[in-house]
């Protein structure tokens, strides 16, 4: 990658971490006192801390955080909640959350994976532990992906 274009790319990946906290933290609020509530908090502290990493390593390589693409994804985010599906509370819209998540959690999970690829050409990357947070984002993804499958069932 080149430096514009990793710089591009993770700036993309930033601008998806806001939409899934939005989208999180309104997730919480709606499930507030429930086991699922409960389960929704770790997750959005490990998406929270994830977040934190990625900024880190935008930090190490000199990259800014780009306030557009933020923009773009709190509006994105705040338009998809116009969309047919129940309310908050409804089984597609559970569906439709966790489907969202995992979604995004694939492409975090990816993003690590990729830095990982190109490491050896970015040696502010050496130190970080890519294979970790990889590893990481794949038990997320796969946690979510559980719960998208129930919801599913209930649903559909």
Known sequence: MSDDA???????????????IQMLERAVDDHAGTPLGMQLADLL???????????????RLGYAESP?????AWLAQHAG????????ESDLARFELFEALTLGLQG???????LRAVAAKHPPLEGIDLARLERQSREQHDLVESWRIAAAEAAL
């Open 68 to 72: 557009v693409k933020k923009a773009g």
């Open 81 to 88: 909640r116009l969309k047919v599906g129940g309310s908050d």
């Open 108 to 114: 975090q999970w990816k993003l690590w994976r990729a």
């Open 6 to 20: 990793l710089e591009t790319y993770l700036n993309d990946h930033l601008a998806g971490s806001v939409s899934a």
């Open 45 to 59: 502290a490990a998406i929270r801390a994830a977040q934190k990493e990625l900024r880190s390593v935008m930090q």
